[in-house]
């Protein structure tokens, strides 16, 4: 069964730093493009930052460039999305993706505020 399973999200403040992770199984991450989005209250769901299959490439939403870094490890086959400096506006659930198959995760929760 492919499964993708987030876990890492909580309540923080302002200014402060939050690593997700993607634990995948029945999938090898590494051979799939995988995103991170992220859904606010009363919003669309939007894309994040995705990790490119077959590589390291990165890409971004200019939201979230030089504060977020999507990124993955082989052995453990998990995807991670490091935060940094988060803002009230990253609050939202934010969800890993596998492009190509479309398989989502539960989702995690991300709450940033004073």
């Known amino acids: 069964q492919v499964q993708l399973v987030e876990s890492g999200g909580g309540l923080v403040q302002p200014g402060e730093s939050l690593r997700l992770s993607c634990a995948a199984s029945?999938?090898?991450?590494?051979?799939?493009?995988m995103d991170w989005y992220r859904q606010a209250p009363g919003k669309e769901r939007e894309l994040v930052a995705s990790?490119?299959?077959?590589?390291?490439?990165?890409n971004y939403a200019d939201s979230v460039k030089g504060r977020f870094t999507i990124s993955r490890d082989d052995v453990k086959n998990t995807l991670y999305l490091q935060m940094r400096n988060l803002k009230p506006g990253d609050t939202a659930v934010y969800y890993c993706h596998a492009r190509g198959v479309e398989i989502w995760g539960q989702g995690t929760l991300v709450t940033v505020s004073s």
């Open positions: 029945g999938l090898i991450v590494s051979r799939y493009t």
């Open positions: 990790n490119i299959r077959h590589s390291y490439d990165t």
